[in-house]
Nanobody, 121 residues
Framework: QVQLVESGGGLVQPGGSLRLSCAAS????????MGWYRQAPDKERELVAT???????NYADSVKGRFTISRDNGKNTVYLQMNSLKPEDTAAYYC???????????????WGQGTLVTVSS
């Protein structure tokens, strides 16, 4: 069984920074892509950033230049460094892993439980 465990959310003032982490547990052979999505109250879940095992990144326009996604393939962990946070960044942030191979099992998509980020003065 593969699980994603997120950490690092919390309350921060506008202009501040937070770093989210997401570790995939289990006997993992490979993960094609990992990323972060977020969902604000009364809004649909949206992509924040993704990164492939080869390091190719993709960002939502709203976070470009402020957020940085990185990945440690050896630890099956993805990070999201969030700088210059704005109140509109307030949301539950969810970790995602695509095409996860664990033993003889292939998971198309796995989601974490989510971690709350609140940007407020």
């Amino acid at each position: 069984q593969v699980q994603l465990v997120e950490s690092g959310g919390g309350l921060v003032q506008p202009g501040g920074s937070l770093r989210l982490s997401c570790a995939a547990s289990g006997r993992i052979y490979s993960i094609t892509s990992m990323g972060w999505y977020r969902q604000a109250p009364d809004k649909e879940r949206e992509l924040v950033a993704t990164i492939t095992s080869g390091g190719v990144t993709n960002y939502a326009d709203s976070v470009k230049g402020r957020f940085t996604i990185s990945r440690d393939n050896g630890k099956n962990t993805v990070y999201l460094q969030m700088n210059s946070l704005k109140p509109e960044d307030t949301a539950a942030y969810y970790c995602n892993a695509d095409n996860v191979v664990s033993g003889i099992t292939r998971y198309l998509e796995i989601w974490g439980q989510g971690t709350l980020v609140t940007v407020s003065s």
